[in-house]
């Protein structure tokens, strides 16, 4: 940037309140951001720490006239391992960064005399810093997460021994990948696989011709177990998937499984662990899905059951049309993309219910 007096003057003005926008951040980081919601006294001051030094960095760099270099951005690297290693999400985390530059944005806002020229200039100077450094920090501070999560699930066999340890009941059943698809590692075992799928909106195939491309290839008729995307903590992903591998195999199902595709198995195996959660999930989807928009999906499946799937009982038992009958059946399958015109999808959403009225007194693990 141009050293001219008006933009030299709006950085330091930005300095000076260096410990109000970084108090600030952690105020919209712990109300709207559900992974920093519960942060520990010690967790807090160590995330208040990086905004400040990143607040401080970048005031130097713009000073300056130039983007932060190595050395300057290792505390917010080091920071970005410790939240991957405290579970806290890639998306959190970028969330976590895009906090504090809108309340940069508008400490400079305030700072604006719309009416003068010169502080207009400067401020559209330094704002157009404000977005290069942020491209900048988010790009390393994101690539240094990534990083983490494959070093410590990949890259550190007895990182992956301890999540499967404590995620799966049998930890010598299976293989687990878990990070991005150009960098897997697995952890060898029997026959079953569980992917960790944490990249939004991407398909599931990199992962597995990642895996294929592994020594040993996995059996032919290998299970695969998934877990949907998630940017939240590792180990509940983990056990997701290693229940619905676990399941799929006993039950005889090969190829990709997810924990949905197996929830009938595990009610009719005594719903525990990680498909009570997933129960109790889909419960609450339909119970609010009733409350917010006025429905009685609850009632329906209730009635269903009771008409042990007869359309034409459900629909005489509720007083409505079977097309009105049908309709509610095919909103709890938009819904929970379980279909309750089948007896799979019906056992499945009659247990999520039940959890409703009668929750289990302890979730367990798998």
């Not at 160590?46 to 401080?56: P, Y």
């Not at 906090?99 to 400067?122: C, F, H, I, K, Y």
């Not at 294929?212 to 998937?241: E, F």
């Amino acid at each position: 940037m141009h050293t001219d007096a008006d933009s030299v003057a709006l950085v330091a003005a930005l300095e000076a309140r260096i410990p109000v926008i970084a108090e600030r951040t952690i105020v919209l980081l712990t109300t709207e951001i559900e992974a920093y919601a519960d942060l520990s006294a010690e967790r807090a001051s160590d995330v208040m720490a990086v905004i400040e030094g990143n607040l401080l960095v970048w005031c130097r760099a713009a000073r300056l006239g130039r983007l932060p270099v190595d050395a300057e951005l290792r505390p917010f690297l080091d920071g970005a391992r410790r939240r991957a290693r405290q579970g806290i999400g890639i998306d959190a985390l970028l969330s976590a960064y895009g906090r504090g530059a809108a309340v940069a944005w508008e400490t400079l806002a305030s700072l604006v005399d719309p009416a003068d020229p010169a502080s207009l200039g400067a401020a559209l100077e330094v704002s157009g810093w404000i977005v290069r450094y942020t491209d900048r920090v988010s790009t390393e501070v994101a690539r240094a997460h990534a990083e983490e999560l494959d070093r410590l699930a990949g890259h550190d066999p007895t990182a992956v021994q301890r999540l499967l340890d404590r995620g799966a009941s049998d930890s010598s059943a299976w293989w687990a990948i878990v990070g991005r698809p150009e960098a897997v590692r697995a952890h060898r075992a029997a026959g079953t696989v569980v992917i960790h799928h944490v990249d939004h909106g991407l398909s599931l195939d990199p992962y597995v011709a990642a895996l294929l491309q592994l020594d040993p290839i996995p059996r032919a008729d290998a299970t695969i177990g998934v877990s949907g995307p998630s940017s939240g903590p590792l180990r509940p992903a983990l056990v997701d998937a290693a229940t619905a591998a676990s399941l799929a195999d006993r039950h005889g199902r090969v190829g990709q499984v997810t924990l949905d595709d197996v929830l009938f198995e595990g009610v009719i195996e005594g719903a525990a662990g990680a498909v009570v959660q997933r129960l109790a999930m889909i419960g609450r989807t339909i119970s609010e899905h009733d409350r917010l928009h006025r429905t009685q999906l609850t009632d329906t499946v209730t009635a269903l059951v009771a008409a042990d799937g007869s359309r034409r009982l459900a629909a005489g038992a509720l007083e409505v049309h079977r097309n009105t009958l049908g309709q509610r059946l095919d909103r709890l399958a938009q819904i929970t993309t379980h279909d309750p015109a089948g007896p799979r999808g019906l056992t499945v959403l009659a247990a999520a219910l039940s959890l409703l009225t009668s929750p289990p007194s302890g979730s367990g693990e798998p």
